[in-house]
C-alpha cells in the first residue's frame, strides 16, 4: 500500500502565549490537526513550528514528504527564505501543499500563486459560516452534504486577490452577508494546492467533522502519485532522482 507521508507545520504561537487560544487547542493547531487525520494509508507525520521550522524542514524532511499541510497567521515574515525555496520546489516536483486559513498570507502560498498579502477583506467577529459545496463531485466533496456550517469564524470577503483557481470547490457565505472562494485548487508545476480558509485560532474549527473530512479528503487528492525530489548529496554538485512508489503498490 502506497503510505502518506505528512508534515504540517504551525506557528505554535498564539497557544502558548495567548490563554483564551490555548484553552482552544491546548496541544497546539497541528495536534488538532493530526488527531483528525485517519486512514490506514497515512504513513509518517511529521509537525514543525516557527521556533524549529529551519530544524525540521530539511531538504531530506520535505523529499519524504507527500503533503505539506501549513497554518500561520501572525509570524509569515520570520519563515526562513531558504525554507520558503524548498518547499516551493518540492511543490513544482510534486509534492502537495495544503494552506490552511491565514496561510493564504504565508510566503510559500505567496511565492507560489504569485500574489501579495492584501488579499482579502476580513471581521473578526465569530460570524456563522454556511460552506456551500460548489463542485459536488470533487473528491474533496467526498462525504458531505450540500452545505454545512462552521458555528463561529473569522470573516473573510472578497474581493479575494489570487489568480483565478483551476477549480472551485466551497464558496462560504457569513451572517453579516459577505462571500468568499473559501476552498480553491490550483497546480503549479507537477504539484497540486488546495486552499481552505476555515480555521481561525480563536475557535474550534479543526475539531469539527466537516472540516476534519475536508483536511482528510484534500489530503489524499493532492498526494502525488509518486514521491520524487531532486536531492544534491553532501559534497556532489550534481543532483540525483529519489522516487517512491507509485500509489497502490508496495512499499
Not at 490506514?40 to 524542514?57: F, K, Q, S
Request: hydrophobic fraction near 40%.
Amino acid at each position: 500500500m502506497r503510505r502518506i507521508n505528512v508534515t504540517i507545520y504551525n506557528e505554535f504561537h498564539h497557544e502558548r502565549h495567548m490563554p483564551q487560544i490555548a484553552a482552544v487547542y491546548p496541544k497546539g493547531i497541528h495536534s488538532a490537526i493530526v488527531e483528525g487525520l485517519a486512514g490506514d494509508d497515512l504513513g509518517d507525520i511529521v509537525c514543525a513550528t516557527l521556533d524549529d521550522h529551519v530544524e525540521v524542514l530539511t531538504q531530506e524532511c520535505l523529499a519524504n514528504t507527500d503533503v505539506l499541510i501549513w497554518w500561520g497567521h501572525g509570524k509569515h515574515e520570520q519563515v526562513d527564505d531558504g525554507v520558503v525555496d524548498r518547499i516551493c520546489a518540492r511543490v513544482n516536483e510534486g509534492m502537495g501543499f495544503l494552506p490552511l486559513h491565514s496561510a493564504h498570507a504565508s510566503k510559500p502560498m505567496m511565492r507560489l500563486l504569485g500574489t501579495h498579502s492584501n488579499l482579502l477583506r476580513w471581521r473578526e467577529s465569530g460570524e456563522r459560516c454556511r460552506i456551500w459545496i460548489v463542485a459536488q463531485n470533487h473528491p474533496i466533496a467526498e462525504g458531505l452534504d450540500a452545505n454545512f456550517v462552521v458555528p463561529q469564524e473569522e470573516m473573510y470577503g472578497e474581493a479575494f486577490g489570487i489568480p483565478e483557481p483551476d477549480e472551485l470547490i466551497f464558496l462560504s457565505w457569513f451572517e453579516g452577508g459577505d462571500v468568499f472562494r473559501s476552498g480553491c485548487v490550483w497546480k503549479r508545476g507537477a504539484g497540486k494546492i488546495f486552499y481552505f480558509q476555515n480555521g481561525h485560532e480563536t475557535y474550534p474549527v479543526y475539531y469539527q467533522a466537516e472540516v476534519r473530512r475536508v483536511i482528510n479528503n484534500a489530503v489524499r487528492w493532492v498526494c502525488p502519485p509518486r514521491r520524487s525530489c531532486v536531492l544534491y548529496p553532501e559534497g556532489h554538485h550534481f543532483p540525483v532522482m529519489l522516487e517512491g512508489p507509485r500509489a497502490g503498490s508496495a512499499e
